[in-house]
Structures are given as C-alpha cells and as structure tokens.
C-alpha cells in the first residue's frame, strides 16, 4: 500500500493508471498538469510519482527537474510514461533525474510489474 | 470490430473518446493556421505535434491499435515539421488535414461500433509515410508485440553490479533490483563492502556496495538486462554465460558511460515551453451544437452568477418575511415593504436572464466548422478564398444555433460555388485572385443578424428574370419587384447555375434554407451588385430573449420599441409637419427631414388614429434610416422578457415578439425594421417614395 | 386528460362537447388543455378577422379564435358569460395552443366509433368542411370538428 501519484493533462489515461493502482490497494493521488504536481508534491509525501512526458504547460521532463530541487523528493522514484524510448531520450530522462519510464501502452499487469521495481 | 477491454478500459473509453475529438480539433485548427501563414509557427507545430502523440498513446493504451497507427504516422510526419527536417507544404498539410478526417472517422466508428474500411486506413498510411521519408532517424514504431519466446532452457548467468555512487538519487534502490533478479531464478548473491568508508564519512545518500553473483533459470541474457534498463549508465554491469562445460562466454558488456550514439537534433527552433495553451475559445462553455443533445455545458461562472441571485433572492424573501406581524400596516412596514417588493422584481429579473443566458451560446461555435470547410471547398473548386469571420461571441439561443449550422453551410457552397470567380477571372475582372468570403453576426435592434458576404461575381437579375421565365415561374412580361424577386431566388429548383456541380447548383438548397429560416422566426434577405459580390442576410428575432424596452400607449394598447433602436423622442409641434404629396408627413427636427408614422395605420390596428396635435414621436432608427413613430404616451421603461407570438400564431411583419406585462396582458414588441418596411410598402402602392 | 385503454380507443372516442349557436359540437378531448373564461385578447396585427388577439397563458402567449366568426355565423358580444376552449391544434408539423370562443360549453361523451358518420359539406364549397364526422347518438347530434382543419392551416405564416 503506498502513496502515489499519477500526472498526466489526458484525463482518461491518468485515470486509467489512477484506477488501476487503486484497485491493486494504493493511495492514488491526481494531478493534470506538473504546476498542480509540484504544489500537491509539496503538501502530501508520496512513495512514488508517475508522469506523463507529453503536457503542455511544463512537459514531464522539467516537471521532474523541478521536483529533484525539492528536499522531500531528492531520491524518491518517479517513472515517466512514454510512447517510445530512444536512447537520446533515455538519456535525457536520465538527466533530468528520472528514475525510469513505462512504455506506453502498456497493459494493468505490466504497470504493476513495473512499479514492483520502485516499491517496498 | 470488437475490442477487448477490461472494465477499466471500457467505463474511460467514452472520456477518451472526448478527449480525442477535442484534440483532432485543436489539430485541424493548428494545421489551417499553418497553411495560412508564409512562415511556419514553431510553437503551432510543436502543440499540433503534441496532439498527434497524444492521440497516439491514448489509442494504443486502450487497444485501438489501427487509430494508433495512423496517429503515428502523422505523428512522424509532424515530427519531421518539428526537427525542420521536413517543410509544412500545402500539400503535406491537406494529407495531415485528411489524416484528421481518418481519425475523426476511425473514433466514431469505433464509438459507435461500426466497422471502418481498412482498405483505406492503409493507403493513407502509405501517402503520409511517404510524405514522412527522409534520412534523419524518426521516432520508431509503436511497440510491436513481443516475439514468443524461443523454447527455454535452463541457463546460468554470472554478473557484477557496481552502482556508481549516485544511483540512489534516480530514485532507483539497488535492493530492489537485486529482488526484481531474483524473480527470475535461483539467485546467489556476494556483497562487495570495498568501497564503504567509515561512519563519520558515510553519506546516506551515496552508494558504496557492490553484488556479483549467479543466476541460474529458465531465462534470457534480455530479462536479465531489462532488470537493469533503468540504470545504465549509473552502474557497471557485467553478465556473462556460464557454459555447461565451465568457459566463459562473455555476453554483453554494458559499458560504464552510455556511448550509444545520439541523433542530432536539428530543431527550427529552441523548443520553448508554448506558453499560451491553445484551448479554442469558450470551450467550457461549448454545447453539443452539432449532436443537438438534451444537454449543454454551461460555464462554471454562468452557474455562479446564478447561485449569488438565488442568494439575493432568498435574503430579499426572508426581508419580506420579516415583515409580516399582527396589527395593522403602518406607514413604515409598507415603505419597507415597497422597497422589499421592488428588491424582489429586481432579483426575479435577473433570475430569469441568468437562466436564460445559459442557454445562449456565442455563434462562434458554428462558424468554427467553415474555415476547415472553406478551405476544403476552396481546394475542391480551384478557387482561393479567403474567410474573414466577425462577432463570434454574438449569443443565440442553443436551438436557434442548432437550426442554423446547415442554412449556413448551403449559403457558404453557394458563395463559393456560384459567387467568387475562378482566379483567372477575378484576375481579368481587375479584382485581387484572392476572393473574400465573410461570415458576421450582430445584434440588430431586436434581432440576431447573420451575414454571408462574398465579393464574386453578384448574382444578375436579368438572368434571374430569364431564367424565371424559362421556368415558368413568371410570366413573359412580368416585372418582379424586391420581393417578388426575392421569392424566385428561394423558389424550390431555382438555380441560374449553367451546370450542376457537386457541391450546389441542383437549386434544393436555397428554399430549404429560407424555410429553416422562417422556422426559426426569421428572414433570409440578399443585397447584390453584379460583379461586385453579393450579401445574404439571415434575420433572426431574438425569440428567447431580455431586452430593454420602452413601453408606448397608442389608444387603448401598449406597445413596446426596443430601447436599442430608439433615438430620441419629442414632443410634435405642429408647425414642423410638412404634409408631402398626398397623406405623407414629414417633420422637420434640427437639420433633419423625418417621415412620421402612424402605429396603428401600419399596423393595421383599428383604432384612433394619433393627431399629431396630441401626438408624441418616437424617432427610432430602422435599417440606417430615422422614422418617427406617433403615440399617445410614453409609458415605462423596462426590461421585458420576449415571448413568441410565433409558436402559436405566427410571425407578424412590424413586430418582433410578444411579452407579458406587469398587470398579465400581452403587449407586442416592435419590430422597428420591420416597420420600416411595411412603410416603405404602403408608400409605393400609393405612388409616393418616402424623402 | 384521461385516455382510454387501446381497447376503448377502438371502439369510441371521448369528446368535450359545446354549444355554438343552438348546435351541439364536439372535439377530441385529448386536444383539449383547459377551459377558461373570457379576458380582453390584444389584437394582432393583420389577423384574420375570427382571431379576436392574444393572451397570456402561464406566460404563453396564445391566440384566441372566435368559432362563431370563422364559421361565417354572427357574434355575440363577449363578457363573463363567455367560454374560452384552450386546444391543442396541428398547424404546419408543429402543435400550437389556440383559445376557441364558444357561447357555452356542454359535456364530455362518449361516441362509439360506430355512430361517427361522414360530414356532409355545409359550407360553401371554397372552404374546406370544418367537420370531420357527425356523431349519431340516440339523443342528439354532435358535430365533430377537426380542430386542424379549421385553425391549424389557416393560421397564417408569412
């Protein structure tokens, strides 16, 4: 059971991540866009936070750069959901501080396998 | 086609689906402006870029593997834009644009479980493939599905794991991995404390362990990676098969620094986060216009306005509440009570424009669906059009908007087909090759104008006339007048077109327009100068409407003269009339020569005619022109609420609507344009042209 | 307004029945939406000379016909005495209100659909017969008009 949080401005697919980690018995928190992620991150501790990559407003990558600044958040996994992974954009993820990504699209099963990875 | 989903899926289907419309609409918009102007917005195509891989990866995580296809090639496609790999031409423009069409399909028919023709989906994912081929790397293929394992058998992998120092600052937790590995078989594991340093140095935040070890299973050097995928490049990893008969075979080495080569990235330019979100306008307050659903979105602060006049309702009921008591009335409780009951038709009066402003919605939500449809049509015909749109935000209520989107489109293939030239033409004709096609609408006193404006090539009343004759439809001799002339235009099967095209010219078009039109209430009115161009004007009464209005007595009834047409008003003095040509008067107020009017003579009332030695005249304002209208009194000003007279009755010529008064009569609204030219009528059948 | 099951709908129908100059008429009493006493209609512009104005319904606005006038017999002056009959009529595919004038109103029956017989034309043939059947009970006869006939069509859109 831990905290986590979905980020993404498409409201179907953070709720269909949202949805699916609840029913596996986690806290799920929303946010649609990284401003409402950042100030929600700075009220609430999350175990994990997951972020799409594509948003207007501030796109996952800056949305992860700017929660690292944050002292709560320095070694707290977060997976950003992506539609291909590339090595220059591994990279980049990677700079940014992420901790790793999940391919979109991906099915319940494997976003659950993947989460094991970043949780106790 | 049957998709299958989990529960999940289906119960967010409906939402994505929402989404995805939106976003093909935020697409199709970006791709117009782009066509329109010379030099390619870097922000519009990085926001249509993004809609495109949005749609992408929504389609693909709830199984809609096809619309997911075609998203991607556009996506490719939009890429290319973005790295300025690839130029927005007009033609890879109309592809992306027939890609929207695809989609927009693809998403309905799957909403609505219809089939769609693969067959099609194919081949435009060949032509924007092609469009998309250039040398630069591009984004690769969604994920294909996983080949099926080759026939395992049990194999042992030796490993080191040396996480650089930083590691656990990705988030990532060595442990974690190691039991992630250990999933995979039976795991034997060493630790390595070289590096760890003394307490007083130790930094919790740093790593200073290393694991080497053994995994024997059922598994592949590829899961064992995948293992590890996160943290390439922050840790050293060495996997090696270990043979049955005991050599080594070096498997992959990762390297300690990734040296995979990077694709240079040539972006037109520094990929700014765009600012400005680009939401169409008013879009929380967007109806279902076009399904013509029994539901609307109405905007947040629409319902807010309308929960504060409720408040003010309910304290104003409580004041007058507080008013009630034993004994008699005291001058006091009835001056609280006046002022209670004068607070109460106030907020009432709100109340009910509150409510009935959430119904109106601006006209910009039918016209949003022409530029596409101009610049399809103008393609389709060779014409180069340009469309100039004004007074989006004008309201009309929803269903009067509904009623109104398939008029306009007939009249806009009318302009296009039949009104503005071919660019040789215009050209020989001395006009600029590029034609102009406006769309506008305003309030008028008391109605809702929208116009249709092209500057073609007019329409030709003797070939009207000629072709009339042809028809039938008037007689060898006739001479039609405005009106007359104006009933041909809109007959069934009219049409002066020499060929039928496609797109109009079967003449069914204009007669189902104007009856729509009339349905409504309103008018369909044209104004053409041959070679010039042509305006066609729909005129709506502003059925469901609060207007502010000027109550007038004229013998024993009242009226009602949109305060927004009125002038000013003035006492007669007789000695300014002018008697002109008969039973015309003409009063002369300052510089200016007024026809004057008598109400009931126009309207056809019986009643006392107002001398205009007793007379008061309201000049108002109908169609450019100051007419002066006789009455017997002012009354009141007031907001009144317009009723149809139409629903039950009809529509009368010289008045706008209906509406209740305080005391429960029916009072009509004039209709100040509408007298106008009942006037001018009356006038030509006596002979005389009004000054 | 009651509605019979389908099986009385085969077999009779109910009319509201009113009398207009000494003559028993009837209409469907499923048209039939209220019955109301007389108030001063604003007139109309324009109007046939039979619609007397409108008034004012609930906030409706809502036209008022004398059925005297419009079957071409003398009117009598209106006051308190007068009865208003508010109907539903089909005019051009859309249901419209409409007050009838009527000198008094009589009852509800009802007509089995045996005893409705076709109306002989007892206009002159320029207008259409405002009756669409006549009903022959044992006590009296009840002229059945058709509502839409008579005040749906000629209402006038221009």
Redesign the interface.
């Known amino acids: 059971m831990a905290k986590i949080m979905t980020v993404d401005d498409s409201v179907s697919l953070r709720k269909l991540v949202a949805q699916t980690l609840a029913g596996a018995g986690h806290d799920v928190a929303e946010a649609a866009n990284g401003a409402d992620a950042l100030s929600t991150a700075k009220q609430k501790t999350f175990d994990l936070i997951i972020s799409d990559l594509n948003m207007p407003g501030m796109d996952g990558l800056s949305f992860v750069r700017q929660l690292r600044q944050l002292a709560a958040y320095r070694t707290v996994p977060v997976l950003i959901l992506t539609t291909e992974m590339d090595p220059a954009k591994k990279k980049e993820a990677k700079e940014a501080g992420a901790t790793g990504w999940l391919v979109k699209p991906f099915d319940p099963s494997q976003l659950l396998a993947t989460i094991r990875k970043v949780l106790d | 086609m049957t998709l299958q989903l989990t529960d999940l899926q289906r119960q967010l289907l409906g939402t994505f689906f929402e989404e995805s419309f939106e976003g093909l609409e935020q697409l199709e918009t970006g791709l117009l402006a782009l066509e329109r102007s010379s030099k390619a917005d870097p922000e519009t195509i990085n926001d249509v870029f993004r809609v495109a891989h949005s749609i992408k990866g929504g389609a693909g995580s709830f199984g809609l593997a096809a619309i997911s296809r075609l998203a991607h090639e556009m996506e490719t496609l939009l890429d290319g834009f973005r790295a300025g790999a690839l130029s927005p031409t007009p033609d890879a423009l109309s592809l992306l644009l027939e890609g929207v069409d695809g989609l927009r399909g693809m998403l309905e028919a799957t909403r609505d479980e219809r089939g769609y023709s693969e067959e099609s989906l194919g081949r435009l994912c060949e032509r924007l493939k092609a469009a998309s081929a250039r040398s630069a790397p591009h984004p690769a293929a969604p994920a294909e599905p996983q080949s099926p394992p080759a026939a395992r058998s049990e194999r042992t992998f030796a490993f080191r794991f040396e996480p650089h120092s930083h590691l656990l600052e990705s988030g990532n937790e060595p442990v974690r991995l190691l039991r992630e590995l250990a999933r995979l078989g039976a795991l034997k594991l060493e630790v390595d404390r070289s590096r760890l340093p003394g307490l007083r140095a130790l930094e919790p935040n740093l790593c200073y362990l290393g694991w080497h070890g053994t995994l024997r299973g059922a598994v592949t050097l590829a899961e064992i990676k995948e293992v590890f995928a996160w943290v390439e490049g922050d840790a050293d990893l060495e996997v090696t098969e270990v043979v049955a008969d005991g050599a080594v075979t070096p498997a992959a080495r990762q390297p300690t620094t990734n040296e995979e080569p990077v694709a240079p990235k040539t972006e037109a330019a520094p990929a700014a986060t765009p600012g400005a979100a680009n939401a169409p306008a008013a879009t929380a307050a967007r109806g279902d216009a076009e399904a013509g659903l029994g539901s609307i979105r109405v905007a947040v602060d629409k319902i807010d306005l309308l929960m504060n006049m409720v408040g003010e309702l309910v304290i104003t009921q409580s004041m007058l509440g507080e008013l009630e008591g034993d004994g008699p009335l005291d001058a006091h409780r009835v001056e609280r009570l006046r002022e209670g009951l004068g607070l109460l038709a106030r907020n009432t009066r709100s109340l009910q424009e509150s409510v009935m402003r959430l119904r109106s919605m601006p006209i910009g939500i039918v016209f949003n669906r022409f530029p596409r449809l101009v610049h399809d049509l103008g393609r389709q015909l060779g014409k180069e059009v340009e469309l100039k749109i004004a007074g989006q935000n004008t309201e009309l209520d929803k269903t009067v908007l509904e009623k109104l989107g398939d008029p306009l489109v007939h009249l806009v293939r009318n302009s296009l087909d039949h009104g503005i030239e071919a660019p040789e033409l215009r050209r020989a004709a001395g006009k600029p090759e590029l034609g102009t096609l406006e769309l506008r609408a305003y309030h008028r006193g008391g109605d809702i104008v929208v116009e249709v404006v092209d500057d073609g090539k007019g329409i030709d009343r003797t070939r009207v006339i000629a072709r009339a004759r042809e028809m039938g439809i008037l007689g060898p001799d006739e001479e039609p007048g405005e009106d007359a002339l104006r009933d041909i235009l809109f007959a069934p099967g009219f049409s002066t077109a020499k060929e039928v095209t496609n797109v109009s010219g079967r003449g069914v078009g204009m007669d189902v327009v104007r009856r729509n039109v009339k349905s409504l209430g309103g008018d369909v009115f044209v104004d053409t100068t041959p070679g010039r161009g042509t305006r066609i004007s729909l005129r709506l009464p502003l059925t469901l409407a609060i207007i502010d209005g000027q109550l007038i007595r004229v013998g024993v009834h009242a009226y009602v003269v949109p305060l927004l047409s009125i002038v000013e008003s003035v006492q007669v003095e007789p000695r300014r009339v002018t008697r002109f040509q008969g039973q015309r008067d003409i009063y002369r107020l300052r510089d200016e020569l007024i026809p004057m009017m008598d109400l009931c003579e126009v309207l056809g009332v019986s009643g006392q005619r107002v001398s205009v030695d007793e007379a008061l005249m309201v000049v108002v304002e109908a169609d450019g022109e100051h007419v002066g209208l006789l009455v017997h009194e002012l009354l009141a000003q007031q907001q009144v609420v317009v009723k149809s007279l139409e629903s039950n009755y009809g529509r009368v010529e010289g008045l706008a609507g209906a509406t209740i008064l305080g005391d429960g009569s029916v009072s009509f609204i004039l209709d100040v344009a509408g007298i106008g030219r009942l006037m001018r009528r009356s006038h030509a059948r006596e002979g005389v042209r009004a000054a | 307004m009651t509605s019979g099951t389908a099986k009385n709908a085969a077999e009779s129908e109910q009319l509201l029945t009113f009398i207009v100059d000494g003559q028993e008429y009837g209409v469907d009493i499923l048209r039939v939406q209220e019955i109301r006493g007389w108030s001063?209609?604003?007139?109309?512009?324009?109007?046939p000379a039979y619609?007397k104005?409108?008034?004012?319904i609930r906030?409706?606005?809502?036209?008022i016909a004398d059925l005297r006038e419009r079957l071409g017999l003398p009117t009598l002056p209106y006051g308190q005495t007068t009865v208003v009959i508010v109907l539903r009529v089909l005019g051009g595919a859309?249901e419209?209100?409409?007050g009838v004038i009527v000198d008094a109103m009589s009852d509800v029956t009802n007509v089995p659909t045996g005893a409705v017989k076709a109306p002989p034309s007892f206009h002159d043939s320029s207008e259409p017969s405002p009756a669409r059947g006549i009903a022959m009970l044992e006590e009296k006869m009840i002229t059945i008009l058709d509502v839409d006939r008579i005040f749906g069509e000629h209402?006038?859109?221009?």
Do not use: E, L
Request: positive net charge; proline residues 15%; without cysteine.
């Open positions: 001063a209609p604003m007139p109309i512009p324009q109007a619609i104005g409108v008034i004012n906030g409706d606005v809502v036209p859309r419209r209100v409409m209402v006038v859109i221009r």
